[in-house]
C-alpha cells in the first residue's frame, strides 16, 4: 500500500469554470442565450453520460448540445455542435486555484484529477492549470462516468491508496460528495454555488479554494489520524 498523502479533484466546477465554459460556448452560437440555456444543458448532460458511458467526453458535449437546442428549438447547423469542444482549452481557471495546488504541493501532498472527461480534453485542461498532478483518471479510462463509483476504485486499486491517506475535494454535490460520501472518502465540498444542500455529507465545506490547505490538514488529522 501506498505511504503517500492524496487530494484527489475533481476538475470542472471544481478547478475551472465549466458553467462559464458552456454558457459562453453556446452563446457562440446562439448570441444572448447562453446563460438562459446554461440549465437547460445542464439537465440533458448527465442523461447523456447515463445513457452511455462509454462516450468520450467531447462527444458527451456534443450530444447534450444538440438536445439543448433542439429543446430550446435553436437553428444550429452541425459545426455548431462542437463549439464546447473548442472551445475547452479557455476555459478559465477559478482565482486562487494555482496557488491553492503549489501550497498543497508544498505541504507533502500528492494530487489527483478525477475527472468526467476523456484523455485528449484533460490534457488541454492541465496546461491552463500549470500545475504538476501525479495521477489522472477520467471517464475514458474507467468506462463510467461519475456519479458512478468507477473512477474512486480505479485509483484506490491502481495505486495501493488507503482512504486513511485520501480526501477528495470538489463542487458537484451529485457527481462527487454523494459516491464519495458512499465510499467513506474523506471529502471537502467546494460550495461554489451557495446551494441549499445537506452540508453533512461532507467533512468540510467551504466557498471556494482559500486556505485548502489548512482544511485538507484539518480533516485528514480529525477523521483519518
Known amino acids: 500500500m501506498s505511504e503517500k498523502r492524496w487530494v484527489t479533484f475533481d476538475c470542472f466546477g471544481t478547478l475551472v469554470d465549466w458553467r462559464h465554459g458552456i454558457a459562453t460556448g453556446i452563446e457562440l452560437v446562439a448570441p444572448g442565450r447562453g446563460w438562459e440555456l446554461l440549465?437547460?444543458?445542464?439537465?440533458?448532460?448527465?442523461?447523456?453520460?447515463?445513457?452511455?458511458?462509454?462516450?468520450?467526453?467531447?462527444?458527451?458535449?456534443?450530444?447534450?448540445?444538440?438536445?439543448?437546442?433542439?429543446?430550446?428549438?435553436?437553428?444550429?447547423?452541425e459545426d455548431d455542435f462542437r463549439s464546447l469542444t473548442a472551445g475547452i482549452p479557455?476555459?478559465?481557471?477559478?482565482?486562487?486555484?494555482r496557488q491553492a495546488l503549489r501550497e498543497l504541493?508544498?505541504?507533502?501532498?500528492?494530487?489527483?484529477?478525477?475527472?468526467?472527461?476523456?484523455?485528449?480534453?484533460?490534457?488541454?485542461?492541465?496546461?491552463r492549470l500549470q500545475v504538476r498532478f501525479d495521477a489522472v483518471v477520467?471517464?475514458?479510462?474507467?468506462?463510467?462516468?461519475?456519479?458512478?463509483?468507477?473512477?474512486?476504485?480505479?485509483?484506490?486499486?491502481?495505486?495501493?491508496?488507503?482512504r486513511d491517506r485520501w480526501v477528495h475535494v470538489a463542487a458537484s454535490y451529485f457527481y462527487d460528495m454523494v459516491p464519495a460520501s458512499e465510499l467513506n472518502v474523506t471529502r471537502v465540498w467546494i460550495n461554489r454555488l451557495d446551494e441549499d444542500r445537506d452540508p453533512s455529507i461532507a467533512q468540510a465545506v467551504r466557498p471556494d479554494l482559500s486556505d485548502l490547505t489548512a482544511t485538507v490538514d484539518e480533516v485528514h488529522r480529525t477523521f483519518n489520524g
Open 39 to 77: 440549465d437547460v444543458y445542464n439537465r440533458h448532460e448527465p442523461q447523456v453520460q447515463s445513457e452511455f458511458p462509454a462516450m468520450r467526453y467531447g462527444d458527451v458535449l456534443t450530444e447534450a448540445l444538440k438536445r439543448t437546442a433542439a429543446e430550446a428549438k435553436l437553428d444550429l447547423v
Open 90 to 97: 479557455f476555459w478559465p481557471v477559478f482565482p486562487g486555484t
Open 105 to 127: 504541493q508544498e505541504s507533502g501532498w500528492n494530487l489527483a484529477l478525477l475527472t468526467n472527461c476523456d484523455r485528449v480534453i484533460i490534457g488541454e485542461t492541465q496546461r
Open 138 to 162: 477520467t471517464a475514458e479510462d474507467v468506462g463510467a462516468y461519475k456519479p458512478a463509483h468507477n473512477h474512486f476504485d480505479h485509483f484506490e486499486r491502481s495505486l495501493g491508496v488507503t
